[in-house]
């Protein structure tokens, strides 16, 4: 059975860090593609950064220079690095396997496929 379970999360000041991890069971995560994606209150979810199993990576562009998308093959778990977290960064976020990074003419997008976890709320206070 394929799980993901989101861990890290909390409330921070506006300019502070925080590290998401995403320990995943039932694959080898290092084969697979992976993705962080949030829902802020209110709003649809969206695809924050992904990573794919030859190393292609994506950010959306809010968070392009703040957030390191990475994975620990030995532990089985990918990480979301976040620094100079802003208040509009607030939401539930969720890891996702396996999940696609699309390119068109005009965008990138990041899209998940497969499983979800559950979910860690991250809030930011100004």
């Known amino acids: 059975e394929v799980q993901l379970v989101e861990s890290g999360g909390g409330l921070v000041q506006a300019g502070g860090s925080l590290r998401l991890s995403c320990v995943v069971s039932?694959?080898?995560?290092?084969?697979?593609?992976v993705g962080w994606f949030r829902q802020a209150a209110g709003r649809e979810r969206e695809g924050v950064s992904c990573t794919t199993s030859v190393g292609s990576t994506y950010y959306t562009d809010s968070v392009k220079g703040r957030f390191t998308i990475s994975k620990d093959s030995a532990k089985n778990t990918a990480y979301l690095q976040m620094d100079s977290l802003k208040p509009e960064d607030t939401g539930v976020y969720y890891c996702?396997?396996?999940?696609?990074?699309?390119?068109?003419?005009?965008?990138?997008?990041?899209?998940?496929?497969?499983?979800w976890g559950q979910g860690t709320l991250v809030t930011v206070s100004s």
């Open positions: 996702a396997v396996p999940v696609m990074i699309l390119n068109t003419r005009t965008t990138t997008t990041c899209d998940a496929v497969g499983t």
């Open positions: 039932g694959f080898a995560l290092d084969d697979e593609s």
